[in-house]
């Protein structure tokens, strides 16, 4: 009910989530909670997939809401990184409708960019800079960047090595992409269903005309494998690696990386003032590792 106190507690140590309602300590005002009908940013009635409790603007290619939303996360550090593309550049792209989705960001000329607010000659040279860094990131972080509904680092990769181009994995069936390791037939479905909207096509042909990775264009180094499937958190700070470059060595070598400790984790990799996360490990005799010895295993 809408101003009820609750008790919350970080779901995965991380996400805080609710747990039980103060009953005793409801106020007199409250309200249920009315479920909106339509998406409150461009008005198109609210769809409820039947096996979830979320509701979703079905209008994906023109819900201003979501078209910044997917360019945020394909100029994410971890996906594209394109540095100094953040909100208030995106929100102005979109409101004057400068780009639709993210293949527009290659469209962008220095003198449209010097006519937005808050930006000069330097910052559209810096964005631009950015944009043209952006096209040397490799393919599975173009597929992550993508913004396939539950395609996250780990599922790119996997992606990437079964289907080395985007066009191999566009023609790929939900039953061939089940085959793959981690993809059930929930996220095969939302891999078909992304690459067989009828925008598809053109969506590539940008992306294929900025000169984006769209397909494995040189071989990696080979490492070792031994994180293969091992289960992996890491907690405190570490010297030698931000966290993002430590999970990108673990994914290499055949592990994941999750954000809670539990029996199934296989390795902690505590940095310094670890926290919580190091007690739990502790407790339930997971493997604890230093940043040295991690150093090591890579």
Known sequence: MLHDRVIIEKSGEVIPKVISVVLHERPPDT????????????GTPLAKPESEVSYYCPNEEECPAQIRGRILHFASRDAMDIKTLGKALVDQFVELKMVKDVGDLYLLQEA????????GRKSAQNLLSALEESRKKSYERLLYA???RHVGRATAREL???????????????????????IGPVVARS??????????????????????PLRVTEQKEQVNRNFEGLTVLFTGGL?????????????????????SVSKKTGLVVAGHDPGSKLDKALKLGVRVVSEDEFEAML
């Open 160 to 182: 990437a090595c079964a289907y080395p181009s985007l066009s191999e994995l566009r023609q790929a069936s939900k039953e061939e992409l089940s085959t793959v390791p981690d």
């Open 146 to 148: 993508l913004g396939i």
């Open 191 to 212: 891999i078909s269903d992304f690459f067989s909207k009828s925008s598809a096509q053109e969506f590539i042909e940008k992306l294929e005309t900025a000169g984006l």
């Open 31 to 42: 309200e249920a909670i009315r479920v909106p009908s339509r998406c409150p940013e461009c």
């Open 239 to 259: 010297d030698r690696y931000d966290r993002s470059q430590a999970s990108e060595l673990v994914l290499e070598r055949g592990g994941r990386v999750v954000g």
């Open 112 to 119: 449209q960019l010097e006519r937005l607010e808050r930006m």
